[in-house]
């Protein structure tokens, strides 16, 4: 037993030995094995080395892959932009990039940063730039991964960081095509993204847990305030305010500070502005989008009419923006303003790479302009009207009949013209439980925001819908209009109990549709008011045809416009003007061998004609 | 018409600084503009745009939202119509997440047909129809819990009610108006009629309607204007020749 005990008790002080043999024998197996790793391992070194090497190498064969003319092109882009030579950087992003996109990548990506990388010096705000470059040929011609995403908003976070957050504002200076290019592809990939996380039921196991812990990727917060940053440090909002109230320049200067000067920091601004309105009409917040536009005025001399792409998608946004706010004759004038520009500058811009993104919003402005104009119409632009009949003649007339089959045109029209609208929040991916059981319920399932009167779209849930929802059920009370308007056309004065029985409806359903079509003839509208702010304006009647109701009779009057001629006269007049002006002044033709021969072209004169062309035989031969 | 709507008299410095700046996405303000709409509603005033910017803090921040809030605003903007102003409130609720946070259950899902069925009733002028739907037992809920607490819900109703009567009608009986604005008894429309201002005729059955540019209409015939300076070139040609 005492030896058994002694035992014990040597046991003890044995497993304490243990112990710190094995902490020891721990460190001594570390050792070991970095010791080993110095004997035992060289395959394991040579194998990192290796592996290494081979990450090398296929970095090195990626770079011999890069085409020698695409390589000539990067270093010239970079000095370009080390050297500030706007016009180099003009060119190269402009024509030199697309050039050799179309060449060589038209359908895989751009080397990486880090292969390019050599060629640049490791330049960190070139290779920034570059990225959103490569980010931005990703989203358009490939489609983007969660990897792409993810990095592509770490990337927009470092430039815009390095713009707003170094000491003083930067050297850099970029054209203005590209700053607006900068601003959109920002917001377009955050739309992009909003779209593609809130489809929760397309994601795979590893994408679930890369959203799970990334709340900070492309929030909307996020996206918020870089724009609202760039307008506060280039105090654009008190630059155009100076400026229209007639400030020197050295008073603006002053106004804007050391960053407002530069035309980087301005220009950003600028285009933020036109950023927020279309990040706010994206999250349907149309009347917080029209009221950061204040003071941008919308008129040809603007400065953001200087990018296309800018300019266009400014009117875009805002017409679209009066449209959901039923001012209907104000989202009419926007439209036919830009498109009008759109048909004339046509013909400049059919080689530019924004082409097609500008043919598309045209053809959706043309929708939007067929959908107003079929719930207001006005004689304002025959010319838009035409090319509108043109391409949706069907769906007008459809739409101007009114009735139970104008709802799908309306609804056709709207789905293809309207903005991609987004979530502001995303599934709710850090919860494990919302998650499943969101994956698990069926689309019906969740609340949805019925009227009692509309089919099929009530079971989608998705923002558009919502919009597409709300937008018909104004549509729906307007429906009755084009029949009623039809009926008070032929009368001066009319019972309403006539009008019922034409109708076959009940008097006093009548007479409460009456007061609808007299809601619809009016609208707020900005046309008395130019420089005001946006959203302000006064009612006006958008009908021809006038009525009211005097106790159980209607009283119709009609104004008709008269005929208008004196434009076309006057355009012809000036144009027979130019016609004969180019003619007189055209030089007269060299003198002919065979002198006599009248048959010639005889040359114009000052004079009148007779006597004037012995006047230029004379002329001639002398 | 717009410019009360944009910025109404009744709105103090502090709000008007929420709601044009860019501490209307602090969440922290949610709770001065919170109370601001329960101003509005005791003292019978409405301002749309700060109502909306609680809706777009909700957007961004489920949650701090609150569905009785959502609700008021609703039936503020309810009154409002035909003016867009309710259809912008939807335009801003976002598609919830299901969640079980909430204590108790959320209203608004069941709420929400409802107050869009009768923003509808409203949109399309169906006023007798609003209000036998309004005093019907199924929305009992949304009488005895949020309109009783509007101040003045039923009248600013009236008020809508008045907008399109006004504009459509120079003579409107009695009875008709009675159904619209949901007052039955005699006393209770004459009473109304004279805090209008508006007058009864000689029968006592039809009430005129003042004048007013929507209910005075006239033939027009709209004539071109011809001005001088499209003129000058014209005239400025034919002067040299």
Redesign the interface.
Known sequence: MSQQRMALWAADEDIDEDIQDVSLAIGNYGQNGHFDDAHIQPPQIDEQTLIAMQQHLVQQAAFAAIPDVVKGFIVHFHQAVLDNNLAEITVAYESGWNKYTEKFYSRTEWPEAEIIAPLVNDDPIFLILYRELYYRHVYSRLQPNIDDRFHSYENSCELFNYLLNSEGPVQLELPEQWLWDIIDEFIYQFQAFCTWRSKVKSKTEDELLMLADSAGVWSSYSVLNVLYSLIQKSKINECIVAQQEGKSPEEIAEIVGEYGVKPLYRMLGYFSIVGLLRVHVLLGDFTLALKVMDNVELNQKSPFTRVTACHVATYYYVGFCYIMLRRYPDAIRTFVTILNFIHRMRQYHTRSYQYDQISKTADRMYALYAICHALSPSRLDDNITNMVKDRYGDELARMQRGGEDALPAFEELFMYACPKFINANSPPYDDPAAISQILNSSPTASPTQRTTELPSTATHNDPAHRHLRLFLSDVTAQSPVPTLRSFLKLYTSLGAKKLANFLDADEEEIVQEMMVMKQASRSVSRIGSEKSSLLDGQTITTSDLNFVIDDNMVHIAESTIGRRYAGWFIKNTERTQKILDDLRHTPLPAPRKTAAAASTSVPATEAPKTTGRKVAWGGVKA | ???TW?SPATRTELIESLV?G?DR?NPSNVGILEDYLYHQIRSQEYD??AN?AIL?LY??N?DLYNPDVVINILIKALAAA?A?DF??C??????R???ANMEEPDPL?SL??IL??LH?LL??????AFWRAYRSDDLEALRDNYTIECAGFEDSIREVVIR??K???????TD?LGLYLDLNTPEELNAYIEKLGWTLDSSGT?VNVPSNP???????????N?KLP??T??IS?AAKA
């Open positions: 018409m717009t410019s944009f044009s860019v996405y749309c745009l909306l777009k957007q961004f489920p035909p867009p259809n912008l939807i335009s801003l609720l976002d598609e997440p299901p969640n899902p929400l047909p869009q069925g509808h949109y399309r002028c169906r006023f007798p399109a009567v504009s459509t009608f120079t003579r409107i009986s008709r039809v929507d209910n005075q209409i006239e033939a027009t015939v709209v004539q071109e011809i499209q003129l070139k014209v040609q």
